[in-house]
Structures are given as C-alpha cells and as structure tokens.
C-alpha cells in the first residue's frame, strides 16, 4: 500500500488490498479472461457448459466450426485450465475445468428455466 498518499478512507484502502490478495492470481485470471474474451471460444464454452460433455465433432456441429477450428480453440482452452479432456474408448469430450468456469458460463448465459429476475439479482 502506498502510505505517502493521504487517503480519505484508509479501513476502504486496506480491504481492497487485502481483497486483491495473490497479484499472481489476478495475473491467471486476467489471463483467462483474455482467452474467454474471444467469441469463438466463448461459444464453445457456452457449448459445453450446455452439454454437460461433448466431442469436438458435436462441437464444430453446434457452433458451425471446423472440426479444425474447435480441436485449436480446445488446445488453447485446456492449456489456460478452462475445459478438461474426458476419454471413453475412442471418443474424446470436453468439459468445463471447474465450477469457477461453470459459475462463470452460467452468468454469462443463464439457464433458460431460470427466471429472468432471478438471475438479474446475482
């Protein structure tokens, strides 16, 4: 905290830095950020927050994304900790990583049978 300032409220000040915690976290989460910010990828995640688990080719299906396009946008997902690869046989689905991501769909794209006031209070 810088203590040369002369600050109006110092107990606001010390929250807010204490609720900035780890700036290495801020750092990840900016960097998620940047990688959800593209609408291609956003799509996708929307997509499998929906589906629960789904296969790159049902993928490209949904969004109208080369096979191609779907499997790089994954890579790109899974190496910033987004989505998950989950083997059955021959087949490959993805997921969302964790709840974070999923609370984080979820807000962007409520669930229908929400109600629209519901979700406009949180």
Known sequence: MDTDRKLIDPERVAAAVDGLGDRA???????????????????????????????????????GMTDTAVSQA?????????VMPQRTGRV????????????????????PEQPVDEAEDR
Not at 25 to 45: G, M, Q, T, Y
Not at 92 to 108: C, F, G, K, M, N
Request: include cysteine; charged fraction near 25%; aromatic fraction near 6%.
């Open 25 to 63: 976290v801020i750092d990840e989460w900016a960097r998620r950020f940047s990688v959800v910010a593209d609408p291609s990828r956003l799509a996708l995640l929307v997509c499998i927050h929906y589906a629960r688990e789904i296969s790159v080719t049902d993928l490209a299906a949904a969004t």
């Open 92 to 111: 490959v689905r993805y997921r969302l990583a964790d709840a974070t991501v999923h609370e984080l769909i979820h807000r962007v794209r409520p669930h």
């Open 74 to 82: 994954l890579r790109l997902l899974r190496a910033h900790g987004l």
